[in-house]
């Protein structure tokens, strides 16, 4: 038993190190100033790509607020939207959930510039295209299903006969709400605004062509790609940044429960 448990651990290790292999040469490359082929290690390493970066009057500053506005309003909108329809899901009040859920998800299957090119048309006709507000409904095509399937994974007969004790004893609504509810919900909660976010974080299809001039950090990232590497490198650093926080911070959850 105790082999096995050794060997699990080590297999779980070794699928660890491979696939934070790509991400650690990610980061290091970030810090190049020269890394000629053939060679195996960098002949030179510098801050120029950080420096440009960080800088003032560069994108990506604008670029980093910019995704991190429209990725926490569109999440936040979404979990007020997605509420009710995930509540409905998840007690089975309705006729045909599978239906439902089809219908739901039919945004995610399309590719994202196709549907931002659509969004775009229509934008344009209401005077709405270049601005936040309309990247966030545009992003809210993408979270919205994400979110209210995993919202919908908290909600139960459990959940509604705690509602209903709680009410016997006198609590209101309001009350029902924050000391019964969210904390009965609370890791779908979690995770679906964590899902969210990430998923309006990393639109790039839908903000290139519904965004148009404003500056957001996948469009941002992509033209470095080929011109300027290490500059790519550590934009995408910052693009990964949010994702290994909250990784982080749900491992560390975890080990506390």
């Known amino acids: 038993m105790i082999r096995r448990t050794r060997l699990a651990r080590i297999g779980a290790w070794a699928v660890a190190l ?12 970030s810090f190049v100033e020269s890394w000629r082929a053939p060679a195996v290690l960098p002949q030179r390493f510098g801050l120029r790509a950080w420096s440009i970066v960080l800088a003032e009057g560069t994108a990506a500053r604008p ?20 509420w009710p329809a995930a509540r409905a899901l998840g007690e089975s009040r309705l006729r045909r959930p599978t239906l439902v859920v089809v219908v739901m998800t039919l945004p995610v299957l399309v590719p994202p510039y196709a549907v ?21 409904l545009a992003h809210m ?86 011109a300027d590497p290490p500059v790519a490198a550590a934009l995408g650093s910052l693009f990964l ?3 290994v926080f909250a990784l982080i911070v749900a491992s560390r959850q975890d080990r506390m429960n």
């Open 241 to 243: 940044a949010p994702a």
């Open 141 to 226: 095509v993408y979270v919205l299903p994400y979110v209210v399937l995993l919202l919908a994974s908290g909600f139960g007969r459990e959940v509604e006969s705690l509602e209903e004790a709680a009410c016997a004893m006198g609590a209101g609504t309001v009350h029902r709400l924050r000391l019964v509810t969210i904390p009965a919900i609370a890791p779908s909660l979690a995770l679906a605004a964590l899902m969210g976010f990430l998923v309006s974080w990393g639109q790039y299809g839908t903000s290139l062509s519904v965004g148009g001039g404003i500056a957001m950090l996948p469009v941002v990232l992509v033209p470095f790609v080929q």
């Open 63 to 82: 670029a980093l607020v910019n995704s991190a506005l429209v990725a926490l309003a569109t999440t936040t909108i979404a979990l007020f939207l997605a």
């Open 18 to 29: 491979a696939v934070s292999v790509p991400f650690v040469i990610l980061l290091l490359q």
């Open 116 to 136: 931002g090119t659509g969004l775009a048309e229509w934008f344009i006709r209401l005077g709405l295209v270049d601005s936040l507000f309309a990247l966030i």
